[in-house]
């Protein structure tokens, strides 16, 4: 079983930056692959960004330029950096690895 954790988030205005944690925890599941979901309401789940292995960066196309991944292996830990945070940002926020989620962490983009 694998734990993941899920902090910072919350309410921001437009044009705003907030940065999210995810720390894992449990068996042994060496270095992975990382990523970052979100759902906003009345949507499906959509991916963010991953990170592989090795430190390479993904992004889906929506947060391009604007948000940054990465992790500490030596933590478990992956972070995301949100700057230039819009309303259509605004959603709950899923750190996975390994087919584990964490609960979420709500990040609300509004004035």
């Known amino acids: 079983q694998v734990q993941l954790e899920e902090s910072g988030g919350g309410l921001v205005q437009p044009g705003g930056s907030l940065s999210v944690s995810c720390a894992a925890s449990?068996?042994?599941?060496?270095?992975?692959?990382m990523g970052w979901y979100r759902q906003a309401p009345g949507k499906q789940r959509e991916l963010v960004a991953f990170?592989?292995?090795?430190?390479?960066?993904n992004y889906a196309e929506s947060v391009k330029g604007r948000f940054t991944i990465s992790r500490d292996n030596a933590k478990n830990t992956v972070y995301l950096q949100m700057n230039s945070l819009q309303p259509d940002d605004t959603a709950v926020y899923y750190c996975w690895l390994m087919g584990f989620w964490g609960r979420g962490t709500q990040v609300t983009v509004s004035s």
């Open positions: 990170i592989n292995q090795t430190g390479a960066p």
């Open positions: 449990g068996r042994s599941f060496g270095i992975n692959v």
